[in-house]
Each structure stands twice: as C-alpha cells, then as structure tokens.
C-alpha cells in the first residue's frame, strides 16, 4: 500500500480533501526547501575554499632561511592550524543532517509537516553558516601569520604565538557554543556574532600595522609597500572580517539603505538579491530567526557595532519582507519570548522509543528532535489533566491515542509502517488536536 493509501487508512477521505486544499502551503514549503538547498551550496562551496586554503597552509614547506612559516619554526604554530581543520568535521556534519531533514520533508506529503521538517534543520542551518564565517576569518589570520613570519623578519615570534593564541580565544567559545548544536547557544552566538567580528576584525588590522611598524624600524623602508600589498593581498577579507563602519550611510544590494545608527552600515556591497530573498524565505518560513539574519547582514555589509535597540531596524526588516512573521521578531531570548516555562510535549512517546526507532526514528530524525513547545494548561489538557498516570486512562490521551491510530494503521497495511507514514498520521493527528507543528529538540 502507498503512503498516501496509508494515511488514508488510518484518517478516513478527508485527507485527500486537505492535500487539495492547501495548494499554496505545497508551494510555500517547496520554496523553503529550495531555499534551505541554497544557503546548504553557500556554506559548502565556502567550507571547501577554506579545507583547501588549510591544506595548503598545512603543506607549504617553510624558508630555507630560519626556517619561516606556518609550517616551520619546529611546529610551533602547528597546533593552530589542527584548530582550524578540527572545525571541518562538525560543520560538515551539521550540513549531512540538514540534507536527512530536507530529505525526508520532500518525501512527506503533508505541508505542514514538510515545513516543520525544514524548520528542524534551522538550528544545523545557522551553525553550521556562523561557524563558516568565524572559520573563515580564522583562516584570515593564519594567511596573515603565515605571511608576516615569511616577510617580516623583525616582527617577533614570540609576540605573533601570544598574538595568536589571544585570538584563538576570542574564537574558541563562539565556535564551542555552535558546534554544540544547542538551539538556544546557537541562536546567542549568532546574534552576538557582529560583536565577534568586531573584536576580531580590530585585532587583525592592529596586527597588519604592528608588522608593518616593525618593518620601518628595522630599516627596511622599501619592503613596507610590498609586505601591506602582500598581507592585503592574502586576507580572506571577502569571507570573514569585514571593514570598521564609516559613519556615512551606505547602500546594500538594491534599495536597502541604513543610516548610520542603524545596522548595515559600511562599505561593502556584497549581499545579492539572491541571498537577501534566500534568507528573507528562511525567516518567513521559521527556519532561521529574523535577528541571527540581521547579525548576517551586519557582518557581509560591514557593521560590527551592536545596535542599541532591540528593535529590528527597518532595512533589515524591509529587506526580509515586511510581514507579521518579521514585524513580531525583536532580539530577545526565549525567556522574553514568553516561552522560558513553555513545557515540551514529546509528539512521539518516549515510552515507545523502540517501537519509532525501528521505523526509522533515529539520528537526526530521533523522537527527542519531535518536541513541541506548549502552554502548560494545554500541555496537561491532551494528557488528561495533571496526573499522567489518570490521564492514560482517558482514551482521547494524546500518548494513547497515536498509538492506537499507529497501530491500527500497521494492521489494515499488513506490515510495519514506513517513517513517512508515520509523520503523515502524526500530522493529521496533530491538526485535529491544535497541536501547533513547530518542532523544538527535548533532552533526552
């Protein structure tokens, strides 16, 4: 029997009714995956620019003089470079999930469901992009290392190791926070992100002035030209650091302009259409939060200030487009949002884990992945009332009822159901109980 004979066996004719209905929601989460796949392309085509600039960081024999380079001075700066390639897996990890998730929301028929599929992947999303871009701008300062050791010699080594490791630290716990995969940290580093790249971006261009002041010193004036050419030359600055704002305001894409109190302020041009209406769908749909894309959008434009009110500035929100979805979004955390108690039903009992994990229910597809969050009276009311253990009694218990839908579906089809089919049944399920398809990780 089919998915959809499935879902219909265990629901009745209106579901073919509902899929005929919801035409625009079909398209509305066709539209997001395309959009998911696109900002999935961005962040591998960047990760791959930068496993390749590692490598050959990595295999770049040093000078024959004094033995220069990230690669010499008896591997001193060796362990820096591991840093950089230890983030590769983890990001590259965050992309195969969101392939699962993406995956399994295009073999869903229902729309809701395949939406909140993809929202399920926006945690992974954001990561693995704030991850992209705090490696990328690490990368930036092993060229700049690399570099200052081969050209400058009277830039001290035991100044750029302590540099270095400095820097490393002002990396370190953003990149910990988001190679957790926390919801909640990933979302605190994203949004402070512009921050970050601040600091970082200050950090690097002092160490750019103090190789070049070492140089002048040293008496080597005709070098100076070439090594600020050579150090501009090799910066990454296009995929990480961006610029310190002017105080001018300035233009961004096609129609989006910040004045100088807002966000967005800078220089560089370097947001397309494309990747302003890719991340104006993400937010639409809920994948990605409405402030992590505005912290986005400060770093490509070049504003690394954080801005002093909570309120997101009209650029960004007109940009993303003017709709409830980004009208309601402020840049707060789930504790303002009204949701720090909101307790989280498990969609898929706990108690049955066995019996999901044996139709496909694991990894990043794991019932822990299949929370929602819920007022606390309504949590209670779809398990019979405070007392669980009351509660199951009641026939109409959300726990006891799917499984009763679950398994009586299993036995008209003959055989064990499919994952897809179970989402679809859980789904309908879910709409007849206003059970709202927004799903959140719960800790297992």
């Known amino acids: 029997m089919t ?3 499935a879902g219909r066996s265990a629901g009745g004719a209106g579901s073919t009714v509902t899929r005929n209905a919801s035409a625009p929601q079909r398209q ?16 591998k085509g960047t990760t791959g620019e930068l496993a390749s600039t590692l490598s050959k960081l990595a295999t ?3 000078t024959s003089l004094l033995n220069r380079g990230l690669s010499g001075l008896n591997g001193v700066f060796k362990r820096h470079l591991d840093y950089g390639s230890n983030q590769l897996p983890w990001i590259q990890g965050a992309l195969g999930g969101i392939t699962t998730l993406t995956e399994a929301s295009s073999e869903v028929a229902h729309p809701d469901m395949q939406l909140a599929l993809l929202r399920m992947s926006g945690p992974k999303l954001q990561a693995a992009t704030s991850g992209t871009l705090l490696l990328a701008a690490w990368v930036d300062f092993l060229n700049l290392a690399d ?3 081969r050209e400058c010699p009277a830039y001290s080594i035991e100044k750029l190791v302590v540099d270095m490791h400095r820097v490393q630290g002002m990396v370190e716990p953003s990149m910990t926070a988001l190679a957790s995969a926390d919801p909640e940290k990933v979302e605190a580093v994203a ?21 070049r002041v070492a140089m002048e010193r040293s008496g080597q004036i005709m070098a100076v030209a070439q090594l600020v050419e050579m150090l501009t030359m090799v910066s990454a600055m296009r995929l990480a650091l961006p610029r310190l704002p002017p105080a001018a305001p300035a233009t961004l894409g096609t129609g989006l302009v910040v004045g100088s109190n807002g966000v967005m302020v800078g220089s560089q041009v370097v947001v397309s259409a494309e990747w302003v209406e890719t991340m104006r769908r993400l937010v639409q ?4 939060s409405a402030p992590a894309v505005s912290a986005a959008v400060r770093i490509h434009a070049g504003m690394t200030m954080a801005q002093a009110s909570g309120e997101l500035p009209q650029g960004v929100r007109d940009a993303l487009g003017e ?7 402020h840049e707060t955390g789930r504790a303002g949002a009204g949701m720090g ?33 819920m007022e606390r009276a309504s949590h209670e009311a779809i398990h019979g009332g405070g007392d669980w253990r009351l509660g199951r009694l009641w026939p109409g218990e959300w726990n006891r009822m799917i499984m009763k839908v679950l398994g009586e579906a299993e036995e008209e089809v003959g055989r064990m159901l499919t994952r897809n089919e179970v989402l679809e049944i859980v789904a309908r399920e879910m709409g007849r109980y206003k059970i709202p398809m927004s799903f959140v990780s719960g800790r297992r």
């Open 285 to 288: 749909a809920g994948v990605l």
């Open 28 to 43: 509305r989460a066709t539209e997001t995956r395309q959009a998911v796949l696109s900002a999935v392309g961005e962040v």
């Open 341 to 373: 108690e909101a307790p989280k039903h498990h969609v898929l009992p706990r108690e049955h884990r066995e019996w999901f994990e044996q139709r496909g229910f694991t990894g990043d597809m794991d019932i822990d992945r299949f929370c929602v969050r």
């Open 60 to 62: 770049r024999p040093p």
């Open 3 to 5: 998915q959809a004979g």
């Open 191 to 211: 949004t402070a992100l512009p921050d970050v790249m601040g600091e970082l971006t200050r950090e690097f261009q002092s160490l750019e002035e103090g190789a």
């Open 323 to 329: 709709g409830p979805e980004v009208r309601a979004m």
């Open 147 to 149: 570099v200052v050791l």
